[in-house]
Every structure is written in structure tokens, then in C-alpha cells.
């Protein structure tokens, strides 16, 4: 049976995903990164051990939205779905532990390094 370990709140824009966000749920999204195959990048927030929220949106670095990243950016509003983790997600947990951008709130101790 797979685990679901993660939320998607799927945006069509990334920064402005992450700013509600941090408006709505009163912390901030630690930047992770882009998925160049599929146009897209993220921001993920620990929810508790072992469960986070990734926010997906297009990946802003692009000039024009591509692949799967633009079928994002022409949706109408966000829309939340259920997810497992891939272990570069969870490397992306890590890293930002290490540097300092992950607080309390989004502090994941089953990713710790």
C-alpha cells in the first residue's frame, strides 16, 4: 500500500503561491527547486514527521512557461493534491535544515540529515 507523505497545493503562479501561503497558514516556504523535464519548481513547508506541503507552480526562472509548467500557469486557481515523496524531495528537506531555512514549523526530523 503506498504512504501518502506530502500535500501538492498546485499554483499557477509560484512566488504568489507561496505568499498566500505564508498569509493563510503563517509560515513561509522554503524555496526547493526545479524540475527542468517538466518546466515546473517548489517550495515545500514540514507539516510534521514525515508530511509536508509542497507547493508546485511554474518554474519562474523560465522566461515563458513550458511543459507541465505551463498547463499550470493557465489554470484558474490553485487546487490541492495528494503526493509521495521522491527522495530528492526529502535531499531538498534536508538542505534547507542545514543552511537555516527550515524553522521549528517546517522542520521535518524524519528528513534530518
Not at 498566500?20 to 510534521?48: Q, V
Request: hydrophobic share 40%.
Amino acid at each position: 500500500m503506498a504512504t501518502i507523505d506530502h500535500l501538492m497545493w498546485v499554483v499557477p503562479d509560484l512566488g504568489a503561491g507561496v505568499d498566500d501561503l505564508e498569509r493563510r497558514a503563517g509560515a513561509r516556504a522554503t524555496l526547493g527547486g526545479s524540475h527542468p523535464s517538466m518546466g515546473t519548481a517548489n517550495a515545500i513547508l514540514g507539516l510534521g514527521a514525515g508530511v509536508y506541503l509542497e507547493v508546485l507552480g511554474p518554474d519562474p526562472a523560465l522566461e515563458e512557461p513550458k511543459g507541465f509548467g505551463a498547463a499550470i500557469a493557465a489554470e484558474p486557481a490553485p487546487r490541492l493534491e495528494l503526493g509521495r515523496a521522491h527522495r530528492r524531495h526529502r535531499r531538498g528537506l534536508r538542505r534547507a535544515d542545514r543552511r537555516g531555512l527550515a524553522d521549528d514549523r517546517q522542520r521535518d526530523d524524519t528528513h534530518a540529515p
